[in-house]
């Protein structure tokens, strides 16, 4: 099954201004594929084929010139000083779209892009599908409890892969490969153990001390640890929005996942009637409003501009996006019937914003989208791209 995907045109469009394209996301979201179904005609190498990675490491002129043409490189941070080679070739070239660069690990092929490509590539993040992009391929309506459980992975879809056989697979190869090589190799069941600590802390904000005393680690340890989380994909940071409103605000990011099947995965559960009866199912519910938009954002080619906002005071704000005009409020209720008092929060930064240009949304479990008469916006949880 090809799911069409959103990033497709960005990607197009970036092959027509830049030498060199760089898509990464995480494992398993559909990079390969995508980039297969857009460039037919390319040539494709996958350097976790180590036949092909000993080609390019110990004669890097020669493997470059047997794909002189057009190119697509997975994985390419495993071979590192490939990319300056790379330079010497598009700068003479000035061939647009000529190689495509896609990989899993965002630190290390971050690095070398900076190192030796700096201005000669255009970079896109592709992650798991977000919600609108099944709409039309999803026959069965799930449940919310059903999405949060399942995930978004495509091998879930094209495969039909159970949750509870996909997940501690994907887990297990993202230890063994994308982790291996940046903590201490003794240290891997203690960073399983930290991965499942963080999706219990989901919408949470980050309390950098308490991670490091319930693992038993040193404070610089968990910030590694949640650095590497974030740059190979599986976790997010949103961080606390800082103008207006004139009151002392929190300045720790919240910590979220981009994909609920694999928090539900790494909470133990084992079949959505879990998710039914979960205490914190309303912070399951707040992940996938946001990391949704996040993707939505990430597939439309351009970075999420997106902020929480909380006072010491416990006055908060779910979700908001910052324009250069003006700006979106987003509040996130779990529950599918409205009643008066969801909206007393918002009513409140309503009156406190009524000389700024604000627009103010309220997403939340039900089916029902419209706006209400105070200006509202109330969006279904299936309706998030309203956002």
């Given at each position: ?300 080619g351009k970075r999420p501009n997106l902020y929480f906002w909380r006072d010491n005071h416990g006055d908060e704000i779910d ?69």
């Open positions: 099954m090809i799911v069409p995907r959103q990033i497709t045109p960005h990607v197009r469009e970036l092959a027509k201004y830049f030498p060199i394209i760089s898509l990464t996301g995480p494992r398993q979201a559909g990079k390969t594929t995508l980039l297969r179904s857009l460039f037919p005609d390319y040539q494709y190498v996958s350097f976790e084929n180590p036949n092909s990675r000993n080609k390019a490491e110990s004669d890097p002129i020669a493997f470059l010139k047997e794909y002189s043409g057009k190119a697509i490189f997975d994985e390419a941070q495993l071979v590192p000083h490939l990319f300056s080679y790379l330079q010497g070739i598009v700068d003479e070239n000035k061939q647009m779209g000529q190689y495509v660069l896609s990989g899993s690990q965002n630190f290390l092929l971050h690095k070398r892009i900076t190192q030796s490509l700096a201005g000669r590539v255009g970079i896109l993040r592709l992650f798991p599908f977000h919600y609108d992009e099944l709409n039309d391929v999803i026959q069965e309506k799930r449940s919310l409890e059903e999405v949060i459980y399942h995930g978004f992975y495509p091998s879930l879809f094209d495969r039909k892969i159970p949750p509870h056989l996909f997940y501690p697979n994907y887990i297990d190869t993202y230890l063994r490969r994308d982790i291996q090589d940046l903590i201490n190799p003794g240290n891997i069941t203690q960073f399983y153990k930290f991965l499942q600590l963080c999706a219990g802390h989901v919408g949470q904000i980050i309390n950098y001390s308490a991670l490091a005393n319930s693992m038993g680690i040193s404070l610089p340890t968990v910030k590694n640890w949640l650095s590497i989380l974030e740059q190979s994909y599986i976790i997010f940071q949103l961080v606390p929005y800082f103008k207006n409103f004139n009151k002392r605000v929190i300045k720790r990011p919240k910590l979220y996942f981009y994909d609920t099947g694999l928090v539900c995965n790494l909470l133990g559960m084992g079949d959505v009637k879990e998710v039914y009866n979960y205490y914190q199912k309303g912070a399951l519910f707040e992940n996938l409003v946001i990391s949704d938009i996040f993707k939505q954002d990430y597939h439309s979700l908001l996006r910052s324009n250069a005009n003006s700006i979106k409020l987003l509040e996130i209720k779990s529950t599918q019937t409205l009643m008066s008092h969801h909206f007393k929060g918002i009513a409140k930064f309503q009156r406190l914003l009524e000389n700024e240009s604000a627009e103010f949304y309220m997403a939340h479990g039900g089916e029902e989208t419209m706006t209400r008469s105070s200006g509202v916006k109330v969006i279904s949880w299936r309706d998030l791209s309203e956002f």
